[in-house]
T-cell receptor, first 115, second 112 residues
C-alpha cells in the first residue's frame, strides 16, 4: 500500500527565510508524487509533480521539490518565504500506470509566515 | 483556462436528508474523482470514474452512490445524511487515467 508521511503538522518561518516542508513516501511500485497547496476555504492547487523525469521538479510560486529514491523523500523547498505562502500544504502519492489512480494525501503541514 | 466546476458550492441539510453534488470536469477530461475532506483532515478518496465506468472505490459509505454521465459530468448522491458527513467534497478530473488530477473548488456540505 502507498502512503506519505509529512513531518511537522505546523511549520513557521520568517518572511524571506528558507521554507522546507518534509515528506517521505512509501510505495511498492514507482510512484507519482505531488505537492498541493490549499489556501483557507479554498480548493487544492497543484504546486508540482514528479513523474520520473527529472528528480528536481520546479513548480509554481518559486517552489521546488527533489525526489530522492534512496531516502524515499520528496521534500518541498522555497528559498525565500513570502507572506502569501501561508497555507496548508499536502504531499501526495499515486501509483504510476494503474487505472484511474487515486491520490493518497499526507496529513498536511500548515505553513505560517512571520513578518 | 477552464477549470473543474462543482455545484453547489455550499449546501446545508438536515440529518436523514439526501444531497446531490455535481461535478463538471475540465473539457475533454474523461476521468473524475471524488474526495472527502473532513474538518482539519486530509482529503480521502471516495470513488472514481473513467469513461463513464467506475474505476476505483475508496472509503465511500454504502449510503453514497455516484455516476458519470455521457457528457462526463459526475454526480455524488448522498442519502440518510449523518452529522459526520459534514465536510468539503472535492471533485477532480484528468485526461486519461494517469494524467494529473485537477481539483475543483469543492462543495462544503453542512449537516445539521
Amino acid at each position: 500500500a502507498q502512503s506519505v508521511t509529512q513531518l511537522g503538522s505546523h511549520v513557521s518561518v520568517s518572511e524571506g527565510a528558507l521554507v522546507l516542508l518534509r515528506c517521505n513516501y512509501s510505495s511498492s511500485v514507482p510512484p507519482y508524487l505531488f505537492w498541493y497547496v490549499q489556501y483557507p476555504n479554498q480548493g487544492l492547487q497543484l504546486l508540482l509533480k514528479y513523474t520520473s523525469a527529472a528528480t528536481l521538479v520546479k513548480g509554481i510560486n518559486g517552489f521546488e521539490a527533489e525526489f530522492k529514491k534512496s531516502e524515499t523523500s520528496f521534500h518541498l523547498t522555497k528559498p525565500s518565504a513570502h507572506m502569501s505562502d501561508a497555507a496548508e500544504y499536502f504531499c501526495a502519492v499515486s501509483e504510476k500506470g494503474s487505472s484511474a489512480s487515486k491520490i493518497i494525501f499526507g496529513s498536511g503541514t500548515r505553513l505560517s509566515i512571520r513578518p | 483556462a477552464a477549470g473543474v466546476i462543482q455545484s453547489p458550492r455550499h449546501l446545508i441539510k438536515e440529518k436523514r436528508e439526501t444531497a446531490t453534488l455535481k461535478c463538471y470536469p475540465i473539457p475533454r477530461h474523461d476521468t473524475v474523482y471524488w474526495y472527502q475532506q473532513g474538518p482539519g483532515q486530509d482529503p480521502q478518496f471516495l470513488i472514481s470514474f473513467y469513461e463513464k465506468m467506475q474505476s476505483d472505490k475508496g472509503s465511500i459509505p454504502d449510503r453514497f452512490s455516484a455516476q458519470q454521465f455521457s457528457d462526463y459530468h459526475s454526480e455524488l448522491n448522498m442519502s440518510s445524511l449523518e452529522l459526520g458527513d459534514s465536510a468539503l467534497y472535492f471533485c477532480a478530473s484528468s485526461l486519461g487515467v494517469t494524467d494529473t488530477q485537477y481539483f475543483g473548488p469543492g462543495t462544503r456540505l453542512t449537516v445539521l
